[in-house]
């Protein structure tokens, strides 16, 4: 027999659960925030190693750059010397050429040379601040983890402390009604016990055959919305309140198989009617 206290302890129960579902899912989601925070810093450690890539790249043609000047000066150096002792005005020309093209090397490699100067210079301090960065992020991010494991921790003692509970208000009811139970409070948004009212399930507001409102208001057993899946208990209708629907039109639920049967019995009825209507009509 269902008494008031078991529907007591379920209503408490209900609480229970729906707070412990609550926090448990509370645990699920931290850590996408602790995720959302670690992929930021690895976005930016990519950077950082792209930018260290870029610089070593530059910082070879720097050097290379620097060499090729290098080689220009020399040249450049070389062909004045030589214009010394030149004889014919043929070499004398082919060696203002080679000075020509050597200076004309020596400014573009120079030029280059500052471009690339430029460039390593804001990639250094974009390199600084990437690492800053990036000292900041993992900072944040260690405290962040050490707070939500705090919290997490937290979090599982409360739950710990609802189990505590659950298990003194379940240690005498049926264990597969408390896991149904448990079940309709997860997909029913907390709310796992409701009252049956003028024939109509409060949970869903489906209207209930009678035979079924009288088996819940006996309370013999717990018994479950065969629509909404919530238990039920009964709950006279305030005074003035009016009734879903006429009660004495309202059969049972092994009334609708029933009326079916019914149904298929005067379809054939009428066939034979319809028949022996013929047959006479024939005759005659």
Wanted: charged residues 45%.
């Amino acid at each position: 027999m269902v008494t008031e206290n078991d529907l007591n302890k379920l209503r408490s129960l209900q609480d229970i659960i729906y707070e412990k579902i609550g926090l448990e899912k509370e645990i699920q989601e931290i850590p996408k925030l602790l995720g959302t925070q670690e992929e930021l810093l690895n976005r930016i450690k990519r950077t950082f190693i792209e930018k260290n890539q870029e610089y070593e790249k530059i910082k070879s043609e720097e050097i290379e750059l620097k060499n090729r000047l290098a080689e220009a000066e020399i040249t450049r150096e070389k062909s004045e010397k030589n214009m010394d002792v030149v004889s014919t005005q043929r070499e004398y020309e082919a060696l203002d050429k080679e000075i020509r093209d050597a200076s004309e090397k020596e400014q573009q490699y120079r030029k280059d040379l500052q471009n690339r100067e430029r460039i390593l210079f804001e990639l250094d301090e974009q390199i600084k601040q990437q690492t800053a960065l990036i000292e900041q992020q993992e900072k944040e991010l260690e405290e962040r983890r050490k707070k939500i494991e705090a919290e997490i921790s937290d979090k599982q003692k409360q739950i710990e402390t609802l189990r505590k509970k659950e298990d003194k208000l379940t240690e005498n009811l049926d264990t597969e009604v408390v896991f149904k139970f448990e079940r309709i409070i997860k997909n029913k948004m907390g709310i796992g016990i409701v009252a049956i009212k003028g024939n109509v399930c409060m949970g869903c507001h489906m209207i209930l055959p009678v035979q079924f409102a009288n088996e819940v208001r006996i309370g013999e057993d717990f018994i479950f919305c065969p629509y909404c899946s919530r238990i039920l208990f009964y709950e006279e209708s305030i005074e003035g309140e009016e009734d879903f629907f006429n009660t004495e039109d309202t059969g049972s639920l092994s009334d609708l198989d029933e009326m079916d049967e019914d149904d298929n019995d005067e379809d054939e009825n009428e066939e034979e009617d319809e028949e022996e209507k013929v047959n006479i009509e024939y005759e005659e």
